[in-house]
């Protein structure tokens, strides 16, 4: 069907009509000539980059009148409808959705032929792509204005996937002078196209036909999730569930990573219905108790999965097997429901026919040149379900709540490494959740994408896994020392030195912010430990400093806030300190230099006294 098509792309582009047709003439603003009203043509020269707009507008609105026009003339049998890439009305704007104050050139969304365009804005949540333009040329000795158009772009394709949880990957595209540069922003890297330069014929034909394949290619092609749809009875994205008798209705995203680069994490909020629920019931959901939690990931994983040492759905049964029944550590781990590689079809519709495909890097970047894919890192697209709902850590309601809810949650940290084997190696805010029940508060461990089995040769570095601000001086200097259950509890010191400075709670935190702002009208003191967040050669040597004993209090404790239970806090971290880094078994270990385990496994067990001595 498409080859049927770009037979009709191609006799347009013979006789010229492209730029014989007063709806597209624009377009020679970037190909360089125009055709005058004698017929003969002329060198045009790019002035602005409003002019441009016009012009790549005038390219994508060819490509669409010619898919309508060749849909609603053709006698074949269409396997799928075909779609329409169309350019905002607008350009120059600022998304209504956006999280600052940036402004994009164009954006570019995908329709249906029976919708009626959008007019005014578009959102992030419905861009399939952005096009940064540049009236600069970008080739020779002026690549500068290609990279600079292309970090442009990132900073716009990360607020695509912030705010689009279903998108598996993104394109972009940069237009600088005639020439156009088609980006696809993987996991870990950026392929790119070869340029395009649109004074020459051939090339703006390639530029044609690409925009005709995202017309009539899957949804998958363009990056999105094929397995995720929007209900509109009940307003929520829902998916069925690979191997149970059951569907995911999630009203809202409960948290979504906004990298560039990376997992691209989404958590669901959700409810699980019968396959057979109708679209009366469908629409009532809404008013339903959640029940689910839903996490979406690309985890980086090995070809082959018997060589996987990061299996998050391997590690989560081992520990549902283990603790099925076990009154001390329920409510303390996830129920699992289902974990599983996520499964597609190539087509825009599900066909019971068609044979599943596993998601990985290799089926979501089949387009890129093989060589270079297998130089890659590889991911695999993975859905976890687990029962029940959990809240995030900073949703506690005082600090005295944050004490219970984390020494829950390394006491099932303990009894996982001890009775599982199993180091989880992410200790932050994130990957601490709690429940709540009539007059009670539980703890929760979640999140084992960077977990490995304790006695792997992959828990020694120079892998390094975790969350900047609170990862262990041995983990951030990716140092060849062992990593053990000790780097963790390191994590926590300093998850609890984080709360206790910038705040524990919602309204502790604005708290914070007024106080500064109260106490220093015009200057913002600086707080050592928020150099923590720098990069990791810097984050160690301040930490290594940070917790030497005449500088843990002046540092750190001492930007404790004040009131509100925080004293408790400074007891607790400095108890905690003088456990990891004060004992004489273990000083050299921090320092980089101790590979012995002696006396380490011990201090787990010293860290909850800390717990219990303050509750």
């Not at 019931?281 to 060589?307: G, H, N, Q, Y």
């Not at 974990?339 to 026919?353: A, S």
């Not at 002046?554 to 108890?575: I, P, Q, R, W």
Request: overall charge negative; some cysteine.
């Amino acid at each position: 069907m498409l080859k049927q098509f770009e037979s009709v792309v191609n006799s347009t582009q013979e006789s010229d009509s492209l730029y014989e047709n007063g709806d597209y003439r624009d377009v020679h603003i970037l190909s360089g000539t125009d055709i005058t009203t004698d017929g003969n043509p002329i060198l045009a020269k790019i002035t602005s980059e409003n002019g441009m707009y016009n012009a790549i507008k005038c390219i994508l609105r060819f490509v669409a009148d010619t898919v309508t026009s060749y849909h609603s003339n053709s006698s074949d049998a269409m396997p799928r409808k075909p779609r329409k890439i169309v350019a905002c009305e607008k350009h120059d704007f600022k998304p209504y959705d956006s999280d600052d104050s940036t402004r994009i050139d164009i954006g570019i969304y995908s329709k249906t032929l029976q919708m009626s365009d959008k007019n005014g804005k578009l959102d992030y949540s419905d861009m399939f792509l952005i096009v940064e333009a540049k009236k600069s040329d970008c080739s020779g000795n002026n690549d500068g204005v290609r990279v600079e158009s292309l970090k442009q772009l990132c900073r716009y394709t990360r607020q695509i996937y912030g705010k689009q949880p279903w998108r598996r990957f993104a394109w972009g595209m940069t237009v600088c002078a005639s020439k156009v540069n088609v980006y696809i922003f993987g996991h870990d890297c950026i392929f790119k196209l070869p340029i395009l330069d649109l004074c020459a014929k051939d090339d703006r034909g390639k530029l044609v036909k690409l925009l005709a394949s995202w017309a009539f290619c899957p949804r998958s092609i363009l990056g999105y999730d094929s397995t995720i749809d929007y209900c509109s009875a009940s307003q929520c994205v829902s998916f069925a569930v690979d191997g149970i008798d059951e569907r995911i209705y999630a009203p809202f995203t409960a948290h979504i990573t906004e990298n560039l680069f990376g997992r691209h994490t989404a958590c669901y909020h959700a409810k699980a219905m019968p396959l057979s629920c109708n679209e009366d019931t469908e629409s009532k959901i809404r008013s339903m108790p959640l029940d689910r939690f839903v996490k979406d990931a690309w985890t980086c994983s090995e070809r082959d999965s018997t060589d996987n040492v990061n299996d998050e759905i391997r590690f989560l049964k081992t520990i549902n097997q283990k603790f099925v029944g076990d009154k001390d550590m329920e409510g303390k781990y996830p129920l699992l429901c289902a974990g599983y590689v996520v499964r597609y079809v190539n087509t825009n519709n599900w066909d019971p026919t068609t044979e599943a495909i596993a998601d990985d890097t290799l089926t979501a970047f089949k387009m890129v040149d093989s060589e270079i894919l297998a130089k890659t890192q590889y991911r695999q697209h993975k859905r976890i379900v687990i029962n029940g709902i959990a809240e995030r850590l900073y949703n506690v309601n005082s600090v005295d709540e944050m004490i219970v809810v984390l020494a829950d949650a390394m006491y099932a940290h303990t009894r996982i490494f001890r009775e599982c084997n199993i180091l989880q190696r992410d200790i932050s805010p994130n990957n601490i959740m709690f429940t709540r029940g009539e007059n009670t508060i539980k703890g929760m461990l979640i999140d084992f994408d960077c977990a490995v089995s304790a006695n792997n040769q992959e828990t020694s570095g120079p892998v390094q896994t975790g969350t900047g601000p609170f990862m262990s001086i041995n983990n951030l200097r990716s140092s060849s020392v062992r990593r053990t259950q000790l780097d963790d509890w390191e994590s926590l010191l300093y998850l609890i030195c984080w709360m206790a400075t910038f705040g524990v709670t919602t309204e502790h935190r604005k708290l914070f912010r007024d106080e500064r702002v109260k106490l220093h009208k015009y200057e913002t003191p600086e707080i050592p430990i928020s150099y923590w967040d720098e990069p990791f050669d810097i984050a160690a040597s301040l930490k290594k400093d940070h917790m030497l004993e005449d500088m843990f209090k002046s540092c750190v404790t001492d930007y404790f806030m004040k009131h509100l239970g925080y004293e408790n806090m400074v007891n607790l971290a400095t108890e905690l300190k003088m456990n990891i880094f004060d004992n004489p078994q273990n000083i050299r270990y921090w320092r980089g230099g101790f590979s012995d385990e002696s006396g380490v496994n011990d201090i787990p067990g010293r860290g909850l006294l800390g717990f219990s001595g303050i509750l």
